[in-house]
Nanobody, 121 residues
Framework: VQLQASGGGLVQVGDSLRLSCTAS????????VGWFRQAPGKAREFVAG????????KYADSMKGRFTISRDSAGNTVYLQMNSLKPEDTAVYYC???????????????WGQGTLVTVSS
């Protein structure tokens, strides 16, 4: 499964961005999808995830209330809506997928190439 993350860019503090994750040649239905990020000099961290059924989602504490993960009705795209962006949100954002129902505490088997989000103050 080849994943593609897109939608990153340069924004100002307080702005919003929507990232998209798609799979080449296939639907993301049947996959639990997570968003992760890695800031310069820091370890990769979990941002948010949505279960393959679409009925469950989880967020890292620092993103709760600002970020929303969702799927489109066709199951082809998973979105990460990011609001009230802060400079500390600057990172490369990756989407990843696997075929169990677990969102955290599990290995994600498929990874996209990442999209850069830069929040300028």
């Amino acid at each position: 499964v080849q994943l593609q993350a897109s939608g990153g860019g340069l924004v100002q503090v307080g702005d919003s961005l929507r990232l998209s994750c798609t799979a080449s040649g296939r639907t993301l239905s049947g996959y639990t999808v997570g968003w992760f990020r890695q800031a310069p000099g820091k370890a990769r961290e979990f941002v948010a995830g949505i279960s393959r059924s679409g009925g469950g989602s989880k967020y890292a504490d620092s993103m709760k209330g600002r970020f929303t993960i969702s799927r489109d009705s066709a199951g082809n795209t998973v979105y990460l809506q990011m609001n009230s962006l802060k400079p500390e949100d600057t990172a490369v954002y990756y989407c990843a997928a696997h075929r169990t129902d677990y969102i955290v505490g599990v290995q994600y088997d498929y990874w996209g190439q990442g999209t850069l989000v830069t929040v300028s103050s």
